[in-house]
Each structure stands twice: as C-alpha cells, then as structure tokens.
C-alpha cells in the first residue's frame, strides 16, 4: 500500500502519480491517486515544490516542474519543444562563436532547457542544461523578469530572498533596451547577453535566449554587437514557441506549465 511507503519512495510516488494526471490536478486527486491521505500527500507535494519538481499554481493545485522536465529531457527522447528551438539556436551559437542557451520560468527561477556550443569551439564555459536559477540574477533570468506581467514580477521579488540592490533600475533598463547583460553573475569569469521570447499575442515574455562565453572573448562591447542577432533570433522563435505552447502562452507558463505528454511528444 502507498500509505506504508517510506518517506523517498513516497514522494516519488506522488510525483509520479501527478505525471499520470491531467494538469493542474488539486490535492484530493493526486492524494487519491497516489493511494495515499490528504495530508501525506501534501507533505511529499511540499518537497517537490521546494526542490522545484512539481509547482504549485494556487486553487487549481500542481504541475509537474521544470527540473522533473528537464530530467525526463535527458533521460527520454529529445522533446518536440527541443527540436523546434535547436536550429535557431544553432545557428546564433554559429554566428556569435559562443554558446548559446534557452531558458525557461519555473516559478521564482527559470532552467536551461537547451544548450547549443558553435562549431569547433572546445571551450564550453556555460550552463548546463538543467541548471536552474534565480530569475533576479543573470541575464538569462532577468530578461524574463522584465517581460512579465507586472503582477507576477512583483510576486517574484517579492520571494527573492537575495534582494538584489537596484533590481529595480536594472528591469527598466532591461525593459527599454529589449535585453540585459550580465557579468560574472552565476558563473566566474563568464558574462553573457539574453533576450526575451515574447508572445505576440500579449508582449510577455515565456522564456529567453542567451549568449554566454568568457570574458575575455565577450567584453561589453562585444557582447553590445551581438545584440542584434540575439533579437532577432528571439523574434523568429518567440513566436513560434507561443504557437507550440498553445493559447495565451505566457499564462499558461506562469511556473513552466508545459505537460509531460506535451513535451515529450
């Protein structure tokens, strides 16, 4: 019986219960689900919150998360929503010599769901896919922030433990520039340029591309030339991945609210 599984396996079979799930699924559902009481149920929902497996999305209760989808994208086939942003990627990386990243919101952070290294580059100095960070630090994050709406960015901020000083300033500045910089902010030596992917329909941004390398090979001014590319790269895919995600597009990632059936289709 679910209710005499220990307290790992139990999380894990409440996790995997929700994947089984139309999403969201409210907690009597998923308890029911899984075999187990209301309130185990909703301890083991609390973990895979915290760690960001599964969000929660108020009264109509839990998704599965952007870091249990990035581990069924390395573990399972390469996801229809990979293959759909690869070639633009591909070629950015080509054209910049750097490597370049997608990211996606999970909540307060947002997770590289792809990366693309250019052509006989042996170096690589950046995320990997997986990592997960803050959307208040980098450029891969706060060029979401910044194309939020204004609701859920100030509900952002307003969980960011690090209180980052001028944050503020910096989403305007992001905000009429169209991208953000950033230097030596989650990773050493390494600095990097992202823009938002913008659905059309509403102007919010559902993810963002980056380009990151060494600092010494992307400087400000470098990194300024590769501006142009970079939006333009973000125009041709925003788009198209608002299309992929189906209506309204940037609600329905509020906490990367993309299913497992439809991502790993």
Same mark, same amino acid.
């Given at each position: 019986?679910?209710?005499? @599984? ?8 409440? @996790? ?54 990035? @581990? ?42 792809? +990366? ?16 997960? +960070? ?8 706060? +060029? ?37 910089? +950033? ?83």
């Amino acid at each position: 019986m679910a209710e005499e @599984l220990a307290g790992p396996a139990r999380i894990l079979h409440v @996790l995997e219960a929700l994947a089984g799930l139309e999403q969201p699924a409210n907690l009597p559902v998923i308890a029911a689900k899984a075999g187990l009481g209301k309130a185990k149920a909703y301890r083991s929902l609390r973990v895979l919150q915290e760690e960001g497996y599964v969000d929660h999305v108020g009264r109509t209760g839990y998704r599965i998360g952007s870091r249990a989808l990035a @581990l069924a994208s390395l573990m399972g086939p390469r996801p229809a929503l990979l293959r759909l942003a690869r070639p633009t990627l591909a070629r950015l990386a080509a054209h910049a010599a750097e490597t370049t990243h997608l990211h996606l919101r999970s909540g307060t952070h947002r997770i590289v769901m792809l +990366s693309e290294d250019p052509p006989n580059n042996p170096e690589r100095l950046g995320s990997t896919v997986g990592e997960r +960070s803050p959307l208040t630090s980098g450029c891969g994050g706060t +060029s979401i922030l910044a194309f939020l709406p204004a609701d859920q960015a100030r509900e952002v901020l307003r969980r960011d433990g690090t209180k980052r000083r001028g944050i503020n300033a910096l989403l305007t500045r992001v905000r009429r520039n169209g991208y953000a910089l +950033s230097f030596s902010d989650n990773h050493p030596e390494l600095n990097g340029i992202a823009a938002p992917l913008l659905d059309p329909d509403s102007g919010h941004a559902i993810g963002s591309i980056s380009i990151a390398g060494h600092e010494r090979r992307l400087p400000e001014p470098v990194l300024l030339r590769l501006r142009g590319p970079l939006m333009a790269a973000c125009a041709e895919l925003g788009p198209r991945l608002a299309t992929f995600l189906g209506p309204n597009s940037t609600a329905h990632l509020e906490s990367l609210d993309v299913t497992v059936r439809n991502l790993l289709a």
